[in-house]
Structures are given as structure tokens and as C-alpha cells.
């Protein structure tokens, strides 16, 4: 029995570092870049990964919705364009890293992780998309 806190905690380690090494490359965005993109009228692609109820809640004003688990259906639908680029962002950050992984693998050249709209100080918009 000695050997379960051992065990656990090299489980541990094995799990971060997989996961450092599966989103290696994944390139983040901060909130005040992206903020000054849209002031700018830059073009970018605003992308909220979260579920439709939380997008509809609460969102960054002209982000598109794809929940991260329609990624691999959607993407290539709404995001027709590889070469654009995306910011991604969900509320804590975790579906956005996981989504910006699927993009990038999918061939999305310019992919951005923002993080959780949580961060996000400026306007956001609630109620269903006109």
C-alpha cells in the first residue's frame, strides 16, 4: 500500500506533462491584442467553443459558435477559410486549448488561444444571434 501515493503522484506528472506536450505549438492571444484587433476592425475570426446555452448567456460581441465537441463537423462549413485567423476562447480556457489543437490539426494555420471569457473586462452581448 506504500506504493499508491508514489504511483499517483507519477500519474500525476505523466498526465501534465502529456498534456504540454499534446498542445505544444498552440500559439495564446492576450485579451488586450485581440481587443485592439477588433477596435482596429482587423479581420478575425472570434470563435466561442462553449455550448450554445453559455454562448447565448454571455459573449464576446460578433464571435461565431461552434461548441468544441462540433469542431471536426462544423469547422470547415463556417470557417472556410484556412489561412484567416481565429481566436478561440470557452469560459475557463480548457475547450478553447482544446479546440484551437483540433484546428491547427485540421490544417487552420493562424489559431489563437484567448482562454475564458471570464478575463474578457470590455462588453460582451447576451441573447440569441440576429
Known amino acids: 500500500m506504500d506504493w499508491i501515493?508514489?504511483?499517483l503522484g507519477i500519474w500525476l506528472l505523466a498526465m501534465v506533462l502529456w498534456r504540454r506536450i499534446k498542445y505544444r505549438g498552440i500559439k495564446k492571444m492576450t485579451i488586450e491584442e485581440l481587443k485592439n484587433r477588433l477596435d482596429n476592425k482587423e479581420d478575425v475570426i472570434v470563435l466561442d467553443v462553449r455550448?450554445?446555452?453559455e454562448h447565448h448567456a454571455q459573449r464576446i460581441p460578433g464571435s461565431t459558435l461552434i461548441p468544441v465537441s462540433m469542431i471536426p463537423f462544423e469547422a470547415e462549413k463556417k470557417l472556410a477559410d484556412r489561412e484567416k485567423e481565429i481566436v478561440v476562447y470557452c469560459a475557463s480556457g480548457s475547450r478553447a486549448l482544446s479546440a484551437a489543437?483540433?484546428?491547427t490539426r485540421m490544417g487552420y494555420s493562424r489559431v489563437?488561444?484567448?482562454g475564458g471569457i471570464g478575463n474578457w473586462?470590455?462588453?460582451t452581448v447576451s441573447g440569441r444571434d440576429s
Open 101 to 103: 489543437h483540433t484546428l
Open 112 to 114: 489563437y488561444n484567448l
Open 5 to 7: 501515493v508514489p504511483a
Open 121 to 123: 473586462p470590455y462588453n
Open 51 to 53: 455550448t450554445p446555452e
